[in-house]
């Protein structure tokens, strides 16, 4: 069944570019559903190494993602995050968000079995009526007929900035050179992977968050959205 996805705004870039951030306060003022991917692969990368199965091994990592229930709801605590994520029926939205799994999740998500394994669930939250999609290949691969494509993007040593600062305030011990370098390290590997790797859509708008505060790059998006819902409805 071919589905509508003109409502779809796909929101795609790098680690720690302000994707999610970004995209909460686009649903918030769009009345649109926020659905960060990435925490899919988080969440299975988590249960892996719970489980000591080895990063590289796709046929073991492609049954777990098959296996494991994830869930994401509205949040439940205020303490800044922006959905909960369950694992299992344990709600893990902190515990994904650790330096360690930041090093585990490229190599887990480049599996094209685990991501075959999620790809159903993300295409059935596609198919709401609006929903801002957060990720690397949403896009691309996920939702290519998305309504609104932006690839979000920014320098690594602002990415790496920012990223200390949220894992500071989270009480978690990081210098800025190991981060740079982690995010580094990520960028190569999630562009330069066989399955899904990480570019802008050939129709995506880009934007460079470098010196824009987050209500700037909202803002942009947000023009954008209305201006192509409200031309799609003229067409009608």
């Known amino acids: 069944m071919d589905h509508d996805h003109r409502q779809v705004i796909a929101i795609d870039g790098p680690g720690a570019a302000g994707k999610t951030t970004v995209a909460a306060a686009v649903a918030n003022h769009l009345d649109a559903l926020i659905f960060d991917t990435g925490a899919i692969y988080r969440a299975v990368t988590l249960a892996a190494l719970r489980q000591d199965i080895p990063t590289s091994d796709e046929t073991e990592l492609a049954d777990l993602a098959r296996r494991v229930l994830i869930e994401l709801r509205p949040p439940s605590i205020e303490d800044g995050r922006l959905v909960d994520v369950w694992l299992d029926g344990e709600d893990v939205s902190w515990a994904i968000r650790t330096p360690h799994i930041d090093a585990n999740v490229s190599a887990v998500s480049a599996h094209p079995g685990v ?9 059935a939250i596609a198919d709401s009526a609006r929903v801002v999609m957060v990720g690397r290949d949403i896009g691309t691969v996920v939702v290519p007929d998305a309504g609104i494509k932006i690839y979000l ?15 500071q305030d989270k009480g978690i011990d990081v210098t800025f050179d190991a981060v740079l370098n982690d995010l580094q390290a990520r960028d190569a590997y999630d562009s330069g992977r066989e399955t899904a790797p990480l570019r802008a859509a050939d129709d995506a708008v880009v934007i460079a968050s470098d010196g824009k505060t987050v209500a700037d790059v909202v803002a942009e998006i947000e023009t954008i959205a209305r201006q192509r819902w409200d031309a799609a409805m003229v067409a009608r």
Do not use: G, H
């Open 153 to 167: 993007d920014a320098s690594a040593e602002e990415r790496a900035r920012r990223r200390v600062v949220d894992l």
């Open 115 to 123: 991501r075959t394994a999620l790809l159903a669930v993300q295409r």
